[in-house]
């Protein structure tokens, strides 16, 4: 082996050595980008599901409010004509009246669960929001990371873990948003 040969590969071992943090943090920072995909991905979906739910809601209401207005229409009939039978209307309007207030009481609580859950909706698209910032971040601190690799300049690794610090603050702070 002649001493070019020894020296080159004295300079590869170095290299190794000196570069096997880089290479370590550039396998974490792979790991935290796709951990915070899949939270992203969860976010994502959840909001879609509470928006389908608040989506029923509202039309459970939409119909018990239709229903309410009908009846109402009904009762207001009622008292207006002449009808032969009288205790028979007096009694349908009884059950009318009994009916519109029921439906009143459901209106209210119907109107509290949907909005209920567009507040969610809410949150979990801000949720949502704030994993993808913090995928990104991660992704260019690992790309910027990895440049290390090809200058051999620490200064590019000190950049991709500032980055990467951005992401996982982002992406934490999903975790302390208020409802």
Known sequence: MS???????????EYGQTMRPVAFTMSVLAVLVAVTTVLGHRAHTQAVLDQNKA????NEYQAHKIRSNDT?????????????DQPAAQKLQKEYASHQAK??????????EADALEASV???????IRFDLGEALLE????ITSVTLLTRSRLYWYFGIGFAALGI?????SYFLHP
């Open 3 to 13: 001493t070019n040969e020894a020296d080159e590969l004295r300079e590869h071992a």
């Open 55 to 58: 989506t029923d809601k509202w």
């Open 72 to 84: 109402a229409l009904a009762a207001d009939l009622l008292s207006a004509v002449t009808i032969a």
């Open 103 to 112: 439906w009143n009481d459901d209106l209210d609580t119907l109107k509290g």
């Open 122 to 128: 809410s949150k979990a698209e801000a949720r949502a």
């Open 140 to 143: 260019i601190g690992l790309v």
């Open 169 to 173: 603050l982002s992406a934490a702070s």
